[in-house]
């Protein structure tokens, strides 16, 4: 069954094209199963993330994801296909290897990507969409990462989106640790982001964040305070920084919201860093004076520096690659053969049986033992290359000389002496 990547990212689509087919994680096994369940598409898992969205999957039909996509998330597969990119086979694993690595992501390197690609197979799995092939790719994947990760520099110096966070903040403030920072979730980013934020000593911490207990289990971590997320618009006025990463479907953050806060603050600056998509915190805040916000996409012009002393690792990191796509390669192609294998071993066997019976029934009668292996070992090799003589002799013109050829590799026969 072949393989194939579709998706969609931070390289090829802006922010507004990603947020509209991003994977929310409580449908993500409906879709999984939606996709899988015309048997279209054999095998399937789904990486969605804040910078992507990439469908990995074996079919016949590899048009029929990409139609499948537009339709799951209601949107013109017009008006997305010049965003997305489609692999097949070889591409699709080096893709997915690459992207594990690091290779791939915003910032070169990152170690959270690894953890969001196992999340995906462990989800496609539970969903029941991780076939044979699939499990296999992923456990390369997996192993290639670490080797990349463990053999090279690829990691060395990492700008992180967390940190990129941090960078930007103080940019825009001469010291971290006179302001005050809101949380606004607490899943993993929102947890990197606390951890590196925390590293600055700043004056407050409060996580907010839609289950309490969650939030009160992150904050107790750096000594932050916890709210209700529904207190966030009366608690506003009272942040600096402002750094939300949820899972909401529409905008937790809107611009009479900020609007308000702003006039509370009397226009002493703010910033705003939203690494969720969808987005938390509505476009228009960015056009305020006083609000200076960030998306993903922004994040990227904090993770240039560094970027030439890891070059040499990336070449080492693209030569791993390289040779774990051929033996990913060789193990798929061989198991394509398996069922001529296990035809070929059978018809030998079925030889092999009449034969001995037929020497086992002359033994019987009392022939001579000699003469009954002779013919025993005879017939076994006269049967046995019945069919490669016979394909040889129904060939001709250069089909003969490519057939010669093929029986010569078969059976390492040499021709010369």
Known sequence: MPLYALGLNH??????????LAFQPERLDDALHDLTGARTVQEAAILSTCNRTELYYATEQPQAAADWLARFHQVPLAEVSPYLYAYPQRDAVRHVFRVASGLDSMVLGEPQILGQVKEAARRAEEAGTLGTLLHKLFQNTFAVAKEVRSTTAIGANI???????????????????????????????????AAHFAGASPKQIVVANRTEARAQALASRFGAGVARLDAVADMLPNFDIVVSCTASPLPIVGLGMVERAVKARRHRPMVMVDLAVPRDIEAEVGQLDDVFLYTVDDLAQVVEAGLESRQQAVLEAEEIINARVDGFLHWMHARDAVPTIRALREHAEGLRAVEMERALRLLAKGEDPRKVLEALSHGITNKLMHGPTRFLNQSDGEQQADASRLLQRLFNLNTHD
């Open 11 to 20: 390289h090829t689509a802006p922010l507004a094209i990603r947020e509209r």
């Open 159 to 193: 700008v992180s989106m967390a940190a990129a966070a941090v960078h930007l903040s103080a940019r825009i403030f001469e010291r971290i640790s006179d302001q005050r920072v809101l949380f606004i979730g607490a899943g993993e980013m929102i947890e990197l982001c």
